[in-house]
């Protein structure tokens, strides 16, 4: 008798050789593959993003829309492009063909964004990003009884901080009221001091600002001049001056308009255990392990704690990885289950060591698996589908060695010839066991 079947049971110093070397193997490749919750999948879009600040969703299509969809139209692979013109900025959104070279196509749509001089001049830069599948990984919350302003700066304190732990890069704030500066003029003003409204809107315009200003060549060097006048909050627009009289004084922004620095007027309710909150989602992207990432944010969560103020408090909460070590877990139950079963159901009717060397089996074909996804660095993650996969599994790789153990005793009992009867026995339903896992994989693979 010839065959793999026949040549391993014929040298067992090789067999068990192959089983230890292929056990230790996923034991390693554990660490280094991909956990998420839930597979990704390639997007294959990016987006073309301008802001447009003060102008209207018609100024933002004839000015902005319009010209990025003629400069990226014709770009190799476009399957669809979608724009939507919003009030201060144009997003356009370009769908590609599966298998296209993304990197290639950003990079192209880049250069001919870029190359358009047409654009308002007050629109600003334009950003072209792909968009990267995403998953949440887990929450943190803060809240307390404090200042509406003093909870967005710890909250954007605490992201910093979370996002210096390292390995995590997407974070995103929810139920946060975004800042905003009014001014508010003053008709009597404006009369006072001969100005109009237009003449309030060019200065704070034209003023507020930074502006490159050359270059300088000194005998030490080159120096780069910059006008550095861009407002930042209400007290630097209160002192933009609106006009400088012959005798020397000025006229301030402060002094014609009332300026105030706050939030904007947005309908948002962020409330945790009845009290305001704003709350950090934190998410897996590309080949980060989002049990890692949980883990690191606990550890932090816990840490913060105890440096934050009295009355404040700080909740990680909505974590993927419990669910994801859930269905681990779950596996390895089934996985001594099912050798449990093994060896009860053959030593019922068999000999005892027959069941634990078939039981032997069960791991190596497990952690055989995990070593091949590493070695040849398929795309396949630990998450749920894959667990799911690995569970159904279980039940046939149970199934398929009690059958084969049983033929193998059944024709040694039958021609007693030994390792020949135990090699014709595997051989009789080696065909059978394997187009019968063929045919689930068929079953349950992609269509």
């Given at each position: 008798m010839r065959g793999p079947v026949a040549w391993m049971a014929r040298n067992p110093v090789a067999a068990n050789l192959l089983l230890i070397v292929v056990v230790l193997f996923g034991l390693f490749s554990i660490d280094g593959l991909d956990k998420e919750f839930f597979p990704s999948f390639p997007t294959e879009t990016f987006t073309v993003t301008v802001p447009y600040p003060g102008s209207s969703p018609e100024e933002v299509e004839r000015g902005i829309v319009l010209r990025i969809e003629e400069a990226v139209r014709d770009i190799p692979g476009i399957k669809e492009i979608r724009s939507e013109a919003r009030e201060g900025s144009a997003i356009v959104t370009v769908q590609m063909n599966p298998g296209s070279d993304m990197t290639k196509a950003v990079n192209l749509a880049k250069v001919r964004v870029d190359g358009i001089a047409s654009f308002p001049a007050d629109a600003e830069e334009p950003i072209v990003e792909e968009i990267e599948f995403s998953t949440r990984a887990i929450r943190v919350s803060l809240y307390g009884d404090i200042d509406a302003r003093k909870l967005k700066e710890l909250t954007e304190r605490v992201r910093e901080e979370i996002l210096a732990l390292g390995n995590i890069s997407e974070i995103s704030v929810i139920g946060e009221q975004n800042y905003e500066i009014s001014i508010e003029l003053s008709d009597a003003q404006l009369r006072l001091y001969g100005l109009s409204f237009d003449d309030v809107v060019t200065v704070v315009r034209s003023r507020s600002r930074d502006l490159p200003g050359g270059t300088m060549r000194t005998d030490s060097g080159a120096i780069t001049l910059r006008s550095v006048s861009q407002a930042y909050n209400g007290r630097e627009f209160e002192q933009l001056t609106l006009l400088t009289r012959p005798d020397g004084?000025?006229?301030?922004?402060?002094?014609?308009?009332?300026?105030?620095?706050?939030?904007?007027?947005?309908?948002?309710?962020?409330?945790?255990?009845?009290?305001?909150?704003?709350?950090?989602?934190?998410?897996?992207?590309?080949?980060?392990?989002?049990?890692?990432?949980t883990e690191l944010v606990r550890d932090y969560v816990q840490r913060k704690q105890d440096e934050l103020p009295d009355g404040i408090s700080i909740l990680a909460w909505s974590d993927a990885s419990i669910t994801l070590k859930s269905r681990i877990s779950l596996m390895l139950r089934n996985a001594a289950q099912g050798g449990i079963l093994v060896i009860i159901a053959l030593a019922q009717c068999r000999d005892l060591a027959i069941a634990f060397c078939v039981v032997l089996g069960l791991p190596f074909e497990v952690f055989g698996c995990l070593a091949t996804l590493q070695i040849f660095n398929l795309p396949v993650s630990i998450n749920m589908l894959s667990h799911f996969g690995f569970i159904l599994v279980l039940g046939l790789l149970v199934d398929d060695a009690i059958v084969t153990a049983e033929s193998a005793y059944a024709r040694l009992e039958r021609d007693g010839d030994g390792l020949n009867s135990i090699i014709g026995g595997v051989q009789r339903v080696a065909t059978a066991t394997i187009f019968g896992a063929l045919t689930t994989v068929v079953a349950f693979g992609p269509s």
């Open positions: 004084t000025r006229i301030q922004l402060g002094d014609v308009a009332e300026v105030r620095d706050d939030f904007a007027d947005q309908p948002v309710l962020s409330l945790v255990n009845g009290q305001p909150a704003l709350t950090l989602d934190i998410e897996r992207v590309g080949g980060q392990d989002v049990l890692k990432i």
